[in-house]
């Protein structure tokens, strides 16, 4: 049996880029740490008022889950606004349009899994923020 246990103190952060005055957002790239082969696994953690870019990915389902505040995850084409508290769960089917954003006043912090994990970068959309 394989298994790896990944402490706090493994994970680096690495800061997305960001306009200036724009808040940033933190990730921590988790799959590879872990020896994951099949799957990509982040942590994701947006300061008060960061947002992620509008995307969509051909073929990978994202499965995020928050750990911590609240994640306003606008789905669709038109995008529609959903306010996913700490504790829940949102899975997002391959080719749906998708932006993640912090509106709340404390760190945002989500665990995003994503399969099958796509070789090339998702394809960016206008903001719906």
Not at 20 to 33: A, F, K, N, Q
Not at 56 to 82: C, I, K, W
């Amino acid at each position: 049996m394989s298994f790896s246990v990944i402490n706090p103190d493994d994970q680096t952060w690495e800061t997305r880029p960001h306009e200036d005055g724009e808040p940033p957002r933190h990730v921590t790239e988790l799959s590879e740490l872990a020896g994951m082969e099949h799957v990509r696994a982040n942590v994701w953690r947006y300061e008060p008022g960061a947002a992620g870019r509008r995307h969509r990915h051909v073929s990978q389902d994202e499965t995020f889950v928050v750990l911590a505040g609240t994640l306003s995850m606008y789905v669709g084409d038109p995008p529609e606004r959903h306010d996913v508290p700490a504790g829940s769960l949102v899975h997002i089917t391959a080719g749906t349009p998708l932006q993640s954003v912090n509106h709340g006043d404390e760190d945002l912090v989500v665990y995003a899994h994503g399969w099958p994990p796509e070789d090339h970068n998702a394809e960016l959309l206008p903001s719906a923020v």
